[in-house]
């Protein structure tokens, strides 16, 4: 099970961090990723890690500004978002697979409720 956390209210320019924490003994072994869907559009990857943490993935229009970490001791992922823009606004997903052959994944098998960010300009 994944809970994802963090979501709120930012002006833009500003920061957020989202977090995803996960049940379970097998976190590591998952990939992990963050979506996004805005209102009318189609949900988006944002950024993915393995399982290690050792590679990342990260959507053009967010590098440099997202970031995707892991705690695989605390069960843990996070999104640090930097110089947050009013497109950015969207319902964040966390998501988890342990079944591809090549990262990132293309289809996640479990899923977190999402988390909105709203940046106001």
Do not use: H
């Amino acid at each position: 099970q994944l809970q994802a956390s963090g979501g709120g209210l930012v002006q833009a320019g500003g920061s957020l961090r989202l977090s995803c924490a996960a049940s379970g003994r097998s976190f590591s072994t998952y990939a992990l990723g963050w979506f996004r869907q805005a209102p009318g559009k189609e949900r988006e990857l944002v950024a993915a890690i393995s399982q290690s943490g050792g590679a990342k993935y990260s959507a053009d229009s967010m590098k440099g500004r997202f970031t995707i970490s892991r705690d695989n001791g605390k069960n843990t992922v996070y999104l640090q978002m930097n110089s947050l823009k009013p497109e950015d606004t969207a319902v964040y997903y966390c998501a988890a697979d342990n079944n591809f052959l090549v990262f990132p994944p293309n289809v996640y098998n479990y899923w977190g409720q999402g988390t909105q960010l709203t940046v106001s300009s």
